[in-house]
């Protein structure tokens, strides 16, 4: 079987990138067509960067970078942040270093575009993964929920 070949997500790609995004969802659940809509956009306007590795024309993995515009830090100058987001490889295709090779390639990009701050969201299983690559765990990060109730702050 020959090698596989990593190429650039293109906007016609959304609807396999939204089920990366959403693996366990069933094939007409909402969300898929509402995130494919957001990808094919952000990928025209390049703030969503996306690859995929494939094999005979079988899309086995990929890899997605968003930037975000954040500012200027105290640490670091550059406004852009990116976030490393729908790593996912096809069961059948798993433990065959995609997901690595993906996520090398991903930062190679970030490091090319002077981007310093990368984050993402890592399952346990793909914790030690990213770990390799420098990435650490962060307990400081909150999150507000949509529908969450606002309380009076203490004091």
Do not use: C, N
């Given at each position: 079987m020959p090698a596989w070949s990593l190429r650039r997500a293109r906007p016609r790609d959304a609807a396999t990138?939204?089920?990366?995004?959403?693996p366990t969802f069933p094939p007409?659940?909402?969300a898929l067509d509402t995130y494919?809509?957001?990808v094919a956009d952000a990928l025209a306007r390049e703030v969503y960067l996306g690859w995929l590795a494939e094999q005979e024309g079988v899309i086995l993995a990929g890899v997605g970078l968003t930037l975000l515009e954040w500012g200027p830090t105290h640490?670091?100058?550059n406004p852009w942040r990116a976030?490393?987001?729908n790593?996912?490889?096809?069961?059948?295709?798993r433990r065959q270093g995609l997901a690595r090779a993906l996520t090398a390639?991903?930062?190679g990009e970030a490091e090319a575009r002077g981007l310093r701050s990368v984050s993402l969201a890592a399952t346990r299983e793909a914790r030690a993964l990213y770990e390799a690559f420098g990435f650490e765990p962060s307990p400081?990060?909150?999150r507000r929920k949509p529908g969450s109730q606002r309380r009076q702050p203490p004091g």
């Open positions: 990138v939204a089920r990366h995004r959403f007409t659940a909402p494919a809509a957001w640490d670091d100058p976030r490393l987001v790593i996912f490889t096809e069961p059948a295709s390639h991903a930062l400081a990060q909150m």
